[in-house]
Protein backbone atom coordinates (compact mmCIF):
# COMPACT_ATOMS: atom_id res chain seq x y z
CA UNK A 1 0.00 0.00 0.00
CA UNK A 2 2.01 3.30 -0.96
CA UNK A 3 1.51 6.32 1.01
CA UNK A 4 -0.91 8.64 0.07
CA UNK A 5 -0.43 11.20 -2.72
CA UNK A 6 -1.30 14.24 0.31
CA UNK A 7 1.33 13.12 2.26
CA UNK A 8 4.02 12.94 -0.14
CA UNK A 9 3.08 16.42 -1.29
CA UNK A 10 2.86 17.57 2.08
CA UNK A 11 6.94 16.73 2.71
CA UNK A 12 7.69 18.58 -0.85
CA UNK A 13 5.26 21.71 0.19
CA UNK A 14 6.98 21.94 3.97
CA UNK A 15 10.67 21.35 3.13
CA UNK A 16 11.44 24.48 4.56
CA UNK A 17 9.62 24.01 8.02
CA UNK A 18 11.25 20.58 8.25
CA UNK A 19 14.69 21.82 7.81
CA UNK A 20 14.35 25.03 9.99
CA UNK A 21 13.14 21.75 12.56
CA UNK A 22 16.78 20.16 11.96
CA UNK A 23 18.54 24.01 12.24
CA UNK A 24 16.85 24.60 15.66
CA UNK A 25 18.07 20.47 16.85
CA UNK A 26 21.88 21.38 15.48
CA UNK A 27 22.15 24.42 17.40
CA UNK A 28 21.76 22.05 20.70
CA UNK A 29 25.08 20.95 21.33
CA UNK A 30 23.96 17.72 22.59
CA UNK A 31 27.71 16.25 22.97
CA UNK A 32 27.23 12.79 25.30
CA UNK A 33 30.93 12.12 25.64
CA UNK A 34 31.62 15.75 26.94
CA UNK A 35 30.20 16.75 30.89
CA UNK A 36 30.38 20.70 29.75
CA UNK A 37 27.84 19.46 27.40
CA UNK A 38 25.57 17.24 29.82
CA UNK A 39 23.06 20.26 30.01
CA UNK A 40 22.52 20.48 26.62
CA UNK A 41 22.01 17.28 26.26
CA UNK A 42 18.93 17.38 28.60
CA UNK A 43 17.70 20.72 26.38
CA UNK A 44 17.85 17.81 23.65
CA UNK A 45 15.69 15.35 25.55
CA UNK A 46 13.17 18.70 26.25
CA UNK A 47 12.84 19.65 22.54
CA UNK A 48 12.43 16.19 20.91
CA UNK A 49 9.88 15.70 23.68
CA UNK A 50 8.07 18.95 23.34
CA UNK A 51 8.29 18.25 19.36
CA UNK A 52 6.54 14.30 20.01
CA UNK A 53 3.74 15.70 22.43
CA UNK A 54 2.68 19.06 19.81
CA UNK A 55 1.58 15.55 17.11
CA UNK A 56 -0.43 13.81 19.51
CA UNK A 57 2.40 11.50 21.03
CA UNK A 58 1.65 10.28 24.40
CA UNK A 59 5.53 10.83 25.67
CA UNK A 60 7.69 9.89 29.20
CA UNK A 61 10.59 11.27 29.90
CA UNK A 62 12.72 8.23 31.82
CA UNK A 63 15.42 8.79 34.04
CA UNK A 64 18.28 6.81 34.03
CA UNK A 65 20.14 7.52 36.63
CA UNK A 66 23.89 8.61 36.84
CA UNK A 67 26.73 7.48 35.32
CA UNK A 68 31.00 8.69 35.69
CA UNK A 69 32.47 10.50 33.33
CA UNK A 70 35.88 12.34 33.10
CA UNK A 71 36.26 11.48 37.06
CA UNK A 72 32.70 13.16 37.68
CA UNK A 73 29.61 11.80 38.64
CA UNK A 74 26.71 12.88 36.37
CA UNK A 75 22.96 12.76 35.35
CA UNK A 76 22.39 10.18 32.74
CA UNK A 77 20.10 11.99 30.13
CA UNK A 78 16.73 10.52 29.97
CA UNK A 79 15.48 8.57 27.43
CA UNK A 80 12.54 9.58 25.54
CA UNK A 81 9.23 7.05 25.44
CA UNK A 82 6.73 7.69 23.20
CA UNK A 83 3.20 5.78 21.72
CA UNK A 84 0.61 6.49 19.44
CA UNK A 85 -1.95 4.81 18.28
CA UNK A 86 -3.58 1.97 19.99
CA UNK A 87 -5.64 -0.59 17.28
CA UNK A 88 -5.73 -4.07 17.83
CA UNK A 89 -6.57 -4.14 13.90
CA UNK A 90 -2.75 -2.23 12.94
CA UNK A 91 0.78 -3.42 13.40
CA UNK A 92 2.96 -1.54 15.81
CA UNK A 93 5.58 -0.26 15.23
CA UNK A 94 9.03 0.61 17.25
CA UNK A 95 11.03 3.34 16.25
CA UNK A 96 14.55 3.97 18.09
CA UNK A 97 17.29 6.77 17.24
CA UNK A 98 19.29 9.07 19.17
CA UNK A 99 19.87 12.56 20.10
CA UNK A 100 22.92 12.77 21.19
CA UNK A 101 26.42 13.41 19.03
CA UNK A 102 29.96 13.52 19.04
CA UNK A 103 31.77 16.36 19.85
CA UNK A 104 33.23 18.90 16.96
CA UNK A 105 35.01 21.85 17.64
CA UNK A 106 35.52 24.53 14.72
CA UNK A 107 39.45 23.91 15.24
CA UNK A 108 39.34 20.27 13.88
CA UNK A 109 39.10 21.50 10.90
CA UNK A 110 35.32 22.28 10.20
CA UNK A 111 34.56 24.84 7.36
CA UNK A 112 31.31 26.38 9.01
CA UNK A 113 30.35 26.24 12.88
CA UNK A 114 29.62 22.57 13.45
CA UNK A 115 26.53 23.71 15.84
CA UNK A 116 24.68 25.74 13.15
CA UNK A 117 23.15 24.27 10.53
CA UNK A 118 24.63 25.71 7.27
CA UNK A 119 23.05 24.94 4.22
CA UNK A 120 25.01 25.00 0.39
CA UNK A 121 22.53 25.94 -1.73
CA UNK A 122 24.73 24.94 -4.94
CA UNK A 123 25.11 21.15 -3.79
CA UNK A 124 21.71 20.80 -1.56
CA UNK A 125 24.06 19.88 1.35
CA UNK A 126 22.92 20.45 5.03
CA UNK A 127 26.10 20.94 7.17
CA UNK A 128 26.22 20.11 10.66
CA UNK A 129 27.16 18.17 13.71
CA UNK A 130 24.22 15.45 13.83
CA UNK A 131 22.75 16.60 10.39
CA UNK A 132 22.99 12.57 9.30
CA UNK A 133 23.72 11.12 12.90
CA UNK A 134 21.04 11.08 14.34
CA UNK A 135 19.40 14.29 14.18
CA UNK A 136 17.85 14.12 10.78
CA UNK A 137 16.75 10.74 11.05
CA UNK A 138 14.99 11.10 13.92
CA UNK A 139 13.20 14.29 12.84
CA UNK A 140 12.13 12.47 9.70
CA UNK A 141 9.95 10.68 12.19
CA UNK A 142 8.77 13.79 13.46
CA UNK A 143 8.28 15.28 9.95
CA UNK A 144 5.86 11.99 9.31
CA UNK A 145 4.25 12.83 12.64
CA UNK A 146 3.52 16.50 11.71
CA UNK A 147 2.22 15.66 8.13
CA UNK A 148 -0.42 13.12 9.14
CA UNK A 149 -1.34 15.41 12.23
CA UNK A 150 -1.82 18.63 10.12
CA UNK A 151 -3.41 16.32 6.88
CA UNK A 152 -5.68 14.96 9.45
CA UNK A 153 -5.33 11.83 7.98
CA UNK A 154 -4.64 8.76 10.67
CA UNK A 155 -1.09 6.78 10.61
CA UNK A 156 -1.02 3.42 9.58
CA UNK A 157 0.00 1.46 11.71
CA UNK A 158 0.24 2.59 15.74
CA UNK A 159 4.01 3.87 16.78
CA UNK A 160 6.12 3.29 19.81
CA UNK A 161 9.15 5.07 20.18
CA UNK A 162 12.43 5.07 21.84
CA UNK A 163 14.88 7.64 21.70
CA UNK A 164 17.93 8.17 23.67
CA UNK A 165 20.69 10.37 24.76
CA UNK A 166 24.06 8.49 24.97
CA UNK A 167 24.29 6.33 22.23
CA UNK A 168 27.48 7.95 21.34
CA UNK A 169 29.06 7.43 24.50
CA UNK A 170 27.95 3.56 25.03
CA UNK A 171 23.96 3.82 25.69
CA UNK A 172 24.12 3.46 29.55
CA UNK A 173 21.26 2.42 31.27
CA UNK A 174 19.53 2.00 28.39
CA UNK A 175 19.37 -2.05 28.11
CA UNK A 176 18.24 -2.18 31.62
CA UNK A 177 15.32 0.18 30.44
CA UNK A 178 14.60 -2.27 27.20
CA UNK A 179 14.77 -5.27 29.35
CA UNK A 180 12.35 -3.96 32.64
CA UNK A 181 9.44 -2.67 29.64
CA UNK A 182 9.78 -5.53 27.83
CA UNK A 183 9.20 -7.67 30.96
CA UNK A 184 6.29 -5.92 31.72
CA UNK A 185 4.59 -7.41 28.24
CA UNK A 186 1.41 -5.89 27.44
CA UNK A 187 1.58 -3.12 29.96
CA UNK A 188 5.14 -1.78 29.53
CA UNK A 189 5.73 0.76 26.56
CA UNK A 190 6.76 -1.55 24.01
CA UNK A 191 3.69 -4.08 25.08
CA UNK A 192 2.68 -5.14 21.22
CA UNK A 193 5.30 -4.68 19.10
CA UNK A 194 5.52 -6.35 15.79
CA UNK A 195 8.78 -4.87 14.66
CA UNK A 196 11.49 -2.57 15.42
CA UNK A 197 12.97 0.06 12.78
CA UNK A 198 16.10 1.97 13.05
CA UNK A 199 17.42 4.89 10.85
CA UNK A 200 21.24 5.84 12.24
CA UNK A 201 23.30 4.26 9.40
CA UNK A 202 24.21 5.65 6.02
CA UNK A 203 24.03 3.96 2.48
CA UNK A 204 27.01 2.30 1.32
CA UNK A 205 28.04 4.84 -1.42
CA UNK A 206 26.36 8.16 -2.85
CA UNK A 207 23.67 6.35 -5.04
CA UNK A 208 21.94 3.68 -3.95
CA UNK A 209 19.72 3.25 -0.96
CA UNK A 210 20.27 0.23 1.29
CA UNK A 211 18.56 -1.61 3.93
CA UNK A 212 21.21 -3.09 6.88
CA UNK A 213 20.70 -6.38 8.66
CA UNK A 214 23.90 -6.47 10.96
CA UNK A 215 25.98 -4.01 12.45
CA UNK A 216 29.67 -4.63 14.29
CA UNK A 217 29.96 -4.67 17.92
CA UNK A 218 32.38 -2.93 20.21
CA UNK A 219 34.88 -3.24 23.20
CA UNK A 220 36.20 -0.13 24.13
CA UNK A 221 39.77 0.27 26.23
CA UNK A 222 41.88 2.42 28.25
CA UNK A 223 45.12 1.87 28.57
CA UNK A 224 47.45 4.37 31.23
CA UNK A 225 51.11 4.63 32.10
CA UNK A 226 52.16 6.13 35.05
CA UNK A 227 55.23 6.47 36.27
CA UNK A 228 56.74 10.02 37.44
CA UNK A 229 54.81 11.89 40.24
CA UNK A 230 54.63 15.26 37.52
CA UNK A 231 55.33 16.06 34.10
CA UNK A 232 59.77 16.39 34.16
CA UNK A 233 62.07 17.94 31.97
CA UNK A 234 63.05 15.86 28.99
CA UNK A 235 66.50 17.88 29.11
CA UNK A 236 66.94 16.76 33.18
CA UNK A 237 64.97 13.52 33.18
CA UNK A 238 65.89 12.26 29.39
CA UNK A 239 67.32 9.14 29.53
CA UNK A 240 67.29 9.27 33.26
CA UNK A 241 63.87 7.18 34.27
CA UNK A 242 61.31 4.83 32.04
CA UNK A 243 59.07 7.68 30.29
CA UNK A 244 55.16 6.59 30.05
CA UNK A 245 54.67 7.82 26.68
CA UNK A 246 57.97 5.45 25.37
CA UNK A 247 56.29 2.83 26.77
CA UNK A 248 52.59 3.63 25.82
CA UNK A 249 53.45 3.97 21.87
CA UNK A 250 54.97 0.68 21.70
CA UNK A 251 52.60 -0.73 23.59
CA UNK A 252 50.28 0.05 21.11
CA UNK A 253 52.18 -0.28 17.71
CA UNK A 254 51.75 -4.52 19.11
CA UNK A 255 47.46 -3.91 18.72
CA UNK A 256 47.44 -3.48 14.79
CA UNK A 257 49.37 -4.06 12.26
CA UNK A 258 49.62 -1.76 8.88
CA UNK A 259 47.27 -3.62 7.21
CA UNK A 260 44.42 -3.86 9.74
CA UNK A 261 45.51 -7.11 10.98
CA UNK A 262 44.63 -7.86 14.63
CA UNK A 263 48.07 -8.72 16.45
CA UNK A 264 46.35 -9.89 19.68
CA UNK A 265 46.66 -14.05 19.50
CA UNK A 266 43.02 -15.13 19.06
CA UNK A 267 41.40 -12.23 18.24
CA UNK A 268 41.22 -12.52 14.74
CA UNK A 269 41.20 -16.51 14.53
CA UNK A 270 37.66 -16.63 15.85
CA UNK A 271 35.97 -15.17 13.05
CA UNK A 272 36.06 -17.85 9.85
CA UNK A 273 37.42 -17.34 6.58
CA UNK A 274 34.25 -16.22 4.09
CA UNK A 275 33.17 -18.58 1.33
CA UNK A 276 33.06 -17.91 -2.19
CA UNK A 277 29.56 -17.72 -2.07
CA UNK A 278 29.51 -15.14 0.52
CA UNK A 279 32.48 -13.49 -1.33
CA UNK A 280 30.26 -13.31 -4.02
CA UNK A 281 27.54 -11.44 -1.89
CA UNK A 282 29.97 -8.44 -1.62
CA UNK A 283 31.08 -8.66 -5.06
CA UNK A 284 27.11 -7.88 -6.08
CA UNK A 285 27.25 -4.68 -4.17
CA UNK A 286 27.16 -1.27 -5.94
CA UNK A 287 30.44 -0.19 -4.40
CA UNK A 288 33.89 0.47 -5.97
CA UNK A 289 37.50 1.76 -4.76
CA UNK A 290 36.67 5.03 -5.75
CA UNK A 291 33.81 4.85 -3.87
CA UNK A 292 36.23 4.41 -0.11
CA UNK A 293 38.99 6.40 -1.17
CA UNK A 294 36.01 9.26 -1.93
CA UNK A 295 34.25 9.00 1.46
CA UNK A 296 38.09 8.46 3.19
CA UNK A 297 38.91 11.39 1.03
CA UNK A 298 42.47 9.70 0.03
CA UNK A 299 43.78 7.01 -1.84
CA UNK A 300 44.49 4.85 0.80
CA UNK A 301 42.37 1.56 1.11
CA UNK A 302 44.02 -1.70 2.45
CA UNK A 303 42.79 -3.74 -0.92
CA UNK A 304 42.57 -3.34 -4.51
CA UNK A 305 39.44 -5.21 -4.99
CA UNK A 306 36.03 -4.56 -3.33
CA UNK A 307 34.67 -7.50 -1.79
CA UNK A 308 37.81 -7.75 0.36
CA UNK A 309 37.55 -3.83 1.22
CA UNK A 310 33.87 -4.47 2.52
CA UNK A 311 34.60 -7.55 4.11
CA UNK A 312 36.75 -5.35 5.96
CA UNK A 313 33.95 -3.33 7.49
CA UNK A 314 30.72 -6.03 7.55
CA UNK A 315 32.33 -9.12 8.27
CA UNK A 316 35.63 -8.99 9.71
CA UNK A 317 36.90 -7.29 13.39
CA UNK A 318 38.93 -4.36 13.28
CA UNK A 319 40.91 -2.01 15.94
CA UNK A 320 41.26 1.52 15.38
CA UNK A 321 43.91 3.38 17.67
CA UNK A 322 42.05 6.78 18.81
CA UNK A 323 44.29 8.87 20.73
CA UNK A 324 46.61 9.54 23.99
CA UNK A 325 45.45 11.42 26.82
CA UNK A 326 47.95 13.46 28.61
CA UNK A 327 50.11 13.59 26.01
CA UNK A 328 51.57 16.62 24.86
CA UNK A 329 49.78 17.67 21.96
CA UNK A 330 49.98 21.65 21.19
CA UNK A 331 51.82 24.13 19.00
CA UNK A 332 55.37 24.33 19.36
CA UNK A 333 58.02 22.04 20.88
CA UNK A 334 57.54 21.61 24.36
CA UNK A 335 60.18 19.19 25.81
CA UNK A 336 58.04 17.65 28.15
CA UNK A 337 57.84 13.96 29.43
CA UNK A 338 54.36 13.56 30.11
CA UNK A 339 53.65 11.55 33.52
CA UNK A 340 50.61 9.87 33.09
CA UNK A 341 49.37 9.24 29.46
CA UNK A 342 46.67 6.97 28.38
CA UNK A 343 46.28 4.84 24.98
CA UNK A 344 42.23 4.99 23.47
CA UNK A 345 41.85 2.15 21.09
CA UNK A 346 38.41 0.27 20.43
CA UNK A 347 37.90 -3.42 18.94
CA UNK A 348 34.92 -3.76 16.63
CA UNK A 349 33.54 -6.95 16.77
CA UNK A 350 31.54 -9.86 14.60
CA UNK A 351 29.81 -12.58 15.55
CA UNK A 352 31.19 -14.94 17.18
CA UNK A 353 32.93 -12.50 18.76
CA UNK A 354 31.59 -10.31 22.27
CA UNK A 355 33.06 -8.12 25.02
CA UNK A 356 33.10 -11.08 27.31
CA UNK A 357 35.07 -13.28 25.07
CA UNK A 358 37.81 -10.44 23.49
CA UNK A 359 38.24 -8.27 26.32
CA UNK A 360 40.29 -11.11 28.65
CA UNK A 361 42.61 -12.23 25.34
CA UNK A 362 43.46 -8.47 25.09
CA UNK A 363 43.90 -7.53 28.71
CA UNK A 364 46.13 -10.75 29.14
CA UNK A 365 47.69 -9.65 25.86
CA UNK A 366 48.55 -6.35 27.24
CA UNK A 367 50.30 -6.87 30.30
CA UNK A 368 52.30 -9.89 28.90
CA UNK A 369 53.76 -7.11 26.33
CA UNK A 370 54.08 -4.17 29.10
CA UNK A 371 56.46 -7.16 30.85
CA UNK A 372 58.60 -7.87 27.79
CA UNK A 373 59.54 -4.13 28.30
CA UNK A 374 60.94 -4.38 31.54
CA UNK A 375 60.26 -1.41 32.22
CA UNK A 376 59.22 0.35 35.79
CA UNK A 377 56.26 2.22 35.13
CA UNK A 378 52.71 0.88 36.08
CA UNK A 379 50.07 0.11 34.03
CA UNK A 380 46.36 0.62 34.38
CA UNK A 381 44.02 -0.65 32.11
CA UNK A 382 40.35 0.05 32.12
CA UNK A 383 37.34 -1.15 29.45
CA UNK A 384 35.25 1.67 28.97
CA UNK A 385 31.98 0.34 27.23
CA UNK A 386 30.99 -2.23 24.99
CA UNK A 387 28.42 -3.90 22.94
CA UNK A 388 27.46 -6.95 21.22
CA UNK A 389 27.42 -7.43 17.31
CA UNK A 390 24.08 -7.88 15.73
CA UNK A 391 23.31 -9.91 12.50
CA UNK A 392 19.26 -10.48 11.47
CA UNK A 393 17.02 -12.07 9.23
CA UNK A 394 16.62 -9.79 6.41
CA UNK A 395 13.78 -12.97 4.90
CA UNK A 396 11.06 -10.98 6.71
CA UNK A 397 8.33 -8.96 6.06
CA UNK A 398 9.75 -6.05 7.80
CA UNK A 399 12.85 -6.17 5.28
CA UNK A 400 10.11 -7.03 2.35
CA UNK A 401 8.13 -3.91 3.60
CA UNK A 402 11.34 -1.09 3.73
CA UNK A 403 12.79 -3.04 0.20
CA UNK A 404 8.92 -1.70 -1.27
CA UNK A 405 8.52 1.64 0.33
CA UNK A 406 12.02 1.99 -0.68
CA UNK A 407 11.18 1.32 -4.51
CA UNK A 408 8.23 3.81 -4.49
CA UNK A 409 10.54 6.39 -3.13
CA UNK A 410 14.03 6.25 -4.91
CA UNK A 411 12.77 3.90 -8.09
CA UNK A 412 15.68 1.32 -7.08
CA UNK A 413 15.64 -1.96 -5.31
CA UNK A 414 17.93 -1.25 -2.31
CA UNK A 415 21.06 -2.94 -1.61
CA UNK A 416 21.75 -5.10 1.61
CA UNK A 417 24.61 -4.24 3.76
CA UNK A 418 26.13 -5.07 7.04
CA UNK A 419 27.46 -1.91 8.63
CA UNK A 420 30.54 -1.77 10.36
CA UNK A 421 29.48 1.12 12.75
CA UNK A 422 28.03 -0.32 16.38
CA UNK A 423 24.52 0.82 17.52
CA UNK A 424 24.83 -1.50 21.18
CA UNK A 425 20.69 -2.21 22.07
CA UNK A 426 19.99 -2.96 18.51
CA UNK A 427 20.72 -6.45 20.09
CA UNK A 428 18.89 -5.56 22.89
CA UNK A 429 15.73 -4.71 21.32
CA UNK A 430 16.00 -7.89 18.75
CA UNK A 431 16.50 -10.29 21.81
CA UNK A 432 14.01 -8.56 24.90
CA UNK A 433 11.36 -8.06 22.19
CA UNK A 434 11.81 -11.16 20.24
CA UNK A 435 10.86 -9.05 17.08
CA UNK A 436 12.71 -8.28 13.61
CA UNK A 437 14.81 -5.23 13.65
CA UNK A 438 15.52 -3.21 10.39
CA UNK A 439 18.10 -0.33 10.07
CA UNK A 440 16.51 1.67 7.17
CA UNK A 441 19.13 4.88 6.90
CA UNK A 442 18.46 8.03 5.41
CA UNK A 443 22.01 9.45 4.57
CA UNK A 444 25.11 8.79 1.76
CA UNK A 445 28.24 6.89 2.44
CA UNK A 446 30.37 10.37 2.28
CA UNK A 447 27.92 12.16 5.26
CA UNK A 448 30.94 12.33 7.56
CA UNK A 449 29.24 10.95 10.61
CA UNK A 450 31.63 11.97 13.86
CA UNK A 451 34.01 13.44 11.09
CA UNK A 452 34.36 17.01 10.52
CA UNK A 453 31.71 18.89 8.06
CA UNK A 454 29.31 16.16 8.61
CA UNK A 455 26.40 16.75 6.00
CA UNK A 456 22.74 15.09 5.48
CA UNK A 457 21.77 16.13 1.59
CA UNK A 458 18.64 17.87 1.50
CA UNK A 459 17.51 15.15 -0.72
CA UNK A 460 17.86 12.75 1.65
CA UNK A 461 16.09 14.82 4.13
CA UNK A 462 13.41 14.86 2.07
CA UNK A 463 13.16 11.86 0.13
CA UNK A 464 14.07 9.94 3.54
CA UNK A 465 11.14 11.27 5.56
CA UNK A 466 8.74 10.44 2.56
CA UNK A 467 10.42 6.83 2.61
CA UNK A 468 10.46 6.28 6.42
CA UNK A 469 6.41 7.65 6.13
CA UNK A 470 6.32 4.88 2.76
CA UNK A 471 7.94 2.26 5.09
CA UNK A 472 4.93 2.62 7.56
CA UNK A 473 1.94 1.93 4.85
CA UNK A 474 4.26 -1.00 3.53
CA UNK A 475 4.04 -2.20 6.95
CA UNK A 476 0.25 -1.91 7.22
CA UNK A 477 0.06 -3.53 4.08
CA UNK A 478 2.01 -6.58 5.18
CA UNK A 479 3.24 -9.26 2.38
N1 LIG B 1 25.40 5.84 14.17
C1 LIG B 1 25.79 4.85 15.07
C2 LIG B 1 27.09 5.18 15.73
O1 LIG B 1 27.76 6.11 15.30
N2 LIG B 1 27.44 4.45 16.77
C3 LIG B 1 28.66 4.65 17.47
C4 LIG B 1 28.46 4.02 18.82
C5 LIG B 1 29.63 4.17 19.72
C6 LIG B 1 30.25 3.18 20.35
N3 LIG B 1 31.21 3.75 21.11
C7 LIG B 1 31.16 5.03 20.93
N4 LIG B 1 30.18 5.29 20.09
C8 LIG B 1 29.81 4.00 16.72
O2 LIG B 1 30.94 4.50 16.90
O3 LIG B 1 29.60 3.04 16.00
ZN1 LIG C 1 24.15 7.27 15.35
ZN1 LIG D 1 27.42 8.04 15.74
Known amino acids: MPAPAQFLKFVDAH ?40 YGVETKSVPLGTHKL ?3 ELQLPP ?16 IYGHFDVQPA ?8 PPFKLTRDDATGRLYGRGSSDDKGPVLGWVNVLHAHKALNIPLPVNLRFCFEGMEETGSEGLDELIISEAQKGEQGWFGGVDCVCISDNYWLNT ?21 PAKDLHSGVFGRMVHEPMTDLVLLMSKLVDVNGNILIPGVDEMVQSPTEEERALYDSL ?13 KIALATDKASVLMGRMRSPSLSLHGIEGAFYGAGGKTVIPAKVSGKFSIRLVPPQTPDNVNPLVVKYLNAEFKKLNSKNTLTIEELHGGKPWVEDHN ?15 KQTPDLTREGGSIPVTLTFAEALRVNVLLLPMGRGDDGAHSTNEKLDKSNYIEGTKLLGTYLYEVAAGQ
Open 79 to 94: AILGRIGNDKGKKTVL
Open 207 to 227: RTPCLTYGLRGITYFKVMISG
Open 70 to 72: EGK
Open 15 to 54: EEDFIQRLAKAVEIPSVSGDPAHREDVFRMASFLESQLKS
Open 105 to 112: ELSDGWSH
Open 286 to 298: DYSIQDVEESAGG
Open 396 to 410: HWNYEAAKRATLEIY
